[in-house]
């Protein structure tokens, strides 16, 4: 019996020895020699190899790829036959006006706010805008404002393009873009004002008032105040860029909406919808008010904004030229 039980204990221990070798047991993978990164050269502020940012790579592009995809967006968007731009420069005038049309509903009810902290209560109605540009970048449809950097980008990044085919693509993008924007935020204005408020609604009453403001600050002041507008603009696109995600791309663009519109700021497309819509509630506006006090200083200085500020010196600062020239 004894012998049993220590031949018995013995096979226990032999046992319990070879797992513990088997746990301890060591794979041995071989890996390629040309998936280890080599220390190369020093990164740039600007970009990183892929090997240093694969675990971002799918949330975020670094400022060189945004402005890359920006010049690439932009030659997409020159391609379309002139329809198309036309049919979505529409639901673009729509989408940012109900984005408009929130702002100026939750500023309309901010009364009480307004009387004891008017920067509290502009405040309050900017951060419901960047609605409207939320739907339209996720959407993919058209901006005039945004589409002032995608059409002239390629007069600095392709010198070697045909000059008349850029200068094509500029007025086709650019002109359907106008008049679809234009006529989505009329049609907006319409619905909003006769289907949705009504007189004496309190949004209505607020709509009376931004458009006489918009249309009595004076040309030079209206051309000021869109230069900051459609450069924060193309900042909060170039930002969204950036982004993969919904999220990402929502988040980049509130603070640079909500703070141009708290600010003030005079953005063409927004004011396509909230001027005709204070003048069919009964603004003494007139049509000659809203195009040569308004649309047209306010035009000219978004492109001035949004070309310059994004299109020429970011882009700029991105070393863009010395690399195209490069190529």
Avoid at 16 to 38: E, L, Q
Avoid at 175 to 182: A, E, K, L
Avoid at 190 to 209: N, P, Q
Avoid at 265 to 290: T, Y
């Amino acid at each position: 019996m004894d012998n049993e039980s220590g031949s018995g204990d013995t096979h226990c221990e032999m046992a319990a020895v070879g797992r513990r070798a088997s746990m301890n047991r060591v794979a041995v993978v071989t890996i390629p020699t040309n998936s280890v990164p080599s220390a190369g050269p020093p990164l740039s502020p600007y970009s990183m190899s892929k090997a240093h940012v694969a675990p971002l790579q799918q949330l975020l592009l670094d400022p060189v790829t945004t402005m890359d995809t920006i010049v690439e967006t932009g030659g997409v968007r020159a391609s379309r036959v002139w329809w198309r731009i036309l049919l979505s420069s529409i639901l673009g005038g729509v989408y940012l006006s109900f984005g408009g049309a929130f702002s100026i509903f939750v500023g309309a009810g901010a009364g009480g706010v307004r009387d004891e902290s008017p920067h509290l209560a502009s405040l309050l109605s900017a951060l419901v805008f960047p609605m409207g540009l939320g739907i339209i970048l996720l959407g993919g449809v058209d901006l005039l404002t945004s589409n002032m950097v995608y059409v002239s980008l390629p007069f600095l990044t392709h010198p070697h393009r045909e000059v008349k085919t850029k200068l094509l693509d500029f007025v086709k993008v650019l002109g359907m873009s106008f008049f679809g924007n234009f006529l989505g935020s009329l049609l907006a204005a319409w619905y909003f004002d006769a289907v949705v408020w009504g007189s004496g609604h309190l949004a209505s009453e607020a709509a009376k008032r931004i458009a006489v403001n918009k249309t009595t600050q004076g040309f030079g002041i209206a051309f000021g105040k869109a230069v900051g507008a459609n450069w924060l603009v193309n900042i909060a696109v170039f930002q969204a860029t950036t982004a993969t995600s919904t999220l990402g791309k929502l988040s980049a663009i509130w603070m640079p909406i909500t703070a141009f519109v708290a600010m003030g700021l005079e953005h063409v497309v927004a004011n396509m919808f909230s001027i005709p819509c204070g003048m069919l509630a009964g603004a003494d506006v007139s049509v000659g008010d809203l195009l040569g006090q308004n649309i047209a200083p306010v035009l000219l200085g978004n492109y001035v904004g949004g070309v310059l500020g994004v299109g020429c010196l970011q882009w700029a600062a991105l070393e863009g030229y010395a690399r195209r020239k490069a190529e």
